[in-house]
Nanobody
Framework: QVQLVESGGGLVQPGGSLRLSCAAS????????MGWYRQAPGKQRELVAT???????NYADSVKGRFTISRDNAKRTVYLQMNRLTPEDTAVYYC?????????????WGQGTQVTVSS
C-alpha cells in the first residue's frame, strides 16, 4: 500500500512564503512524476507544478517565477516552495505521484493541506 503525506500548509500574509512537503511511503519500486495540484472553494482542481523522475518541470502560468518544485528521491519526498503568495493562491494543495509497485503502476494522491493567504 502506498501513502502520500503532506505537510507545511498554514496561514500566511500576502507576500509571504510557505514550503510544502510530501513524503511517499509503502512498497514502492519506482516513483515517476511527482507534483502538486490545488483546489480553491468552488473551483476545479488544477495543476500547480510537476517534476518527472528526470527532473523535467512543468508549472502553471499563474505560479511561474514564484513557486519552485523540487524532489529528494532518496527521501521519496517532493517539495513546493511558494514565494510572493497572494490571496488567489488560497486553496487545498494536494500531492500527486505516479508510482510503481510490485502489483503495478498507479496514480496516488495525498490527503491535502490547506494554504490560506490573508492579512
Amino acid at each position: 500500500q502506498v501513502q502520500l503525506v503532506e505537510s507545511g500548509g498554514g496561514l500566511v500574509q500576502p507576500g509571504g512564503s510557505l514550503r510544502l512537503s510530501c513524503a511517499a511511503s509503502g512498497r514502492i519500486l519506482m516513483i515517476h512524476t511527482m507534483g502538486w495540484y490545488r483546489q480553491a472553494p468552488g473551483k476545479q482542481r488544477e495543476l500547480v507544478a510537476t517534476m518527472t523522475s528526470g527532473r523535467i518541470t512543468n508549472y502553471a502560468d499563474s505560479v511561474k517565477g514564484r513557486f519552485t518544485i523540487s524532489r529528494d528521491n532518496a527521501k521519496r519526498t517532493v517539495y513546493l516552495q511558494m514565494n510572493r503568495l497572494t490571496p488567489e493562491d488560497t486553496a487545498v494543495y494536494y500531492c500527486n505521484a505516479d508510482i510503481g509497485t510490485i502489483v503495478g503502476r498507479g496514480d496516488y494522491w495525498g490527503q491535502g493541506t490547506q494554504v490560506t493567504v490573508s492579512s
